[in-house]
């Protein structure tokens, strides 16, 4: 089996009740179970984790490098402003997926820019809790390639 790290950013914890206009009602361990489950039938173990701290978040993607085959990622707020998360990613070389339940192209502008983007395979965002198991596709259709 192969492992893979979904992690989580700030505010992600109250989804559900957290402004459901933007981000519906689905809670985070909604997401956990539909994550699983779908990674369960492409093979994936799903270390599933959520952190409203920074630190926490480029010690937990250290901890991922050489253990996980890949990472989807949505750094919340941190998105638009974390260059230590940037650079977390940069130095363990992680494949990572950047994952939005919102479309934040279509939001304010300081959503426009993601930090993330740059340093990550690609950006999934605007599909509510499906943009995590479209990230799950993503990511297996590209460890396939890695394969051969
Ligand atoms: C978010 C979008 C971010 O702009 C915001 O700060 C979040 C959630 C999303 O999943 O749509 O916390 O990452």
Redesign the pocket.
């Known amino acids: 089996m192969t492992a893979i790290l979904v992690l989580n ?4 914890n109250l989804l559900g009740t957290r402004q459901p206009e ?2 519906g009602t689905t809670t985070l361990a909604d997401i956990r179970a539909m994550v699983e489950a779908h990674g369960s039938r492409l093979g994936f173990t799903i270390e599933f984790e959520q952190s409203n701290h920074e630190g926490v978040m480029v010690d937990l993607l250290h901890a991922a490098r050489g253990r996980v085959a890949g990472v989807v990622l ?7 402003s974390s260059v230590a998360l940037r650079d977390a990613i940069s130095s363990t070389e992680l494949p990572v997926v950047e ?6 192209h279509a ?1 304010e502008a300081f ?1 426009h820019v993601s930090h993330i983007a740059p340093v990550a395979l690609g950006q999934i ?2 599909f509510g809790p499906t ?1 995590y198991t479209l990230a799950l596709d993503a990511l297996a259709a590209h460890l396939g390639r890695e394969r051969g």
């Open positions: 950013g700030p505010n992600l933007i981000y949505n750094a919340g707020a941190y998105t638009h994952v939005h339940l919102s479309n934040i939001r959503r965002a605007g943009s």
